[in-house]
């Protein structure tokens, strides 16, 4: 692959990816490494990275990487538990009260994330990351007719796990 392509499709797609493994695995460390490894696996031209849209591409690996990372759910609890200030999604410096709080939204939101199968999670999170059905089936391994049945059944699995008074969250 050539330098200038590489350079442009990292640009372009890096910030996203390491975004949406992040959500996805609940740790920036492992959500790093996976897009890491999805990028290097992109240069070395493994798999169909010239077959399909590399954003779409490059999304199918890093989702597989962390899903077959097999330590994700253990460390992340570890980490959440143990370090909350190595939690990701950083945020500048808040008062004792509003950490307190913003830990506990967090906790109560991954914790009905991680209710959800691992189709679920990964078709949710990628529909907000902006992929279209198509792409999420590819992802996931289903049709591309059946994912607006997964999500809606996603969104709902999620809605019954959340607090009904937004003000909780």
Known sequence: MNVARFTRLFEDHHASLFRYLTRLSGD??????????????MIEGHGRAGAIEPRAWLFTVGTRLVLEGGRTVTRRARLLDVAPDRAP???APMDAHARVEREERRRVVSTALAALSDKERTALLMQQEGFAHREIADTVGTTTGSVGTLLARALEKLAAALPLDADQL
């Open 89 to 91: 999604l950083g945020e």
């Open 28 to 41: 920036s460390d492992v959500a790093a490494d996976a897009a890491q490894e999805a990028f290097v696996r």
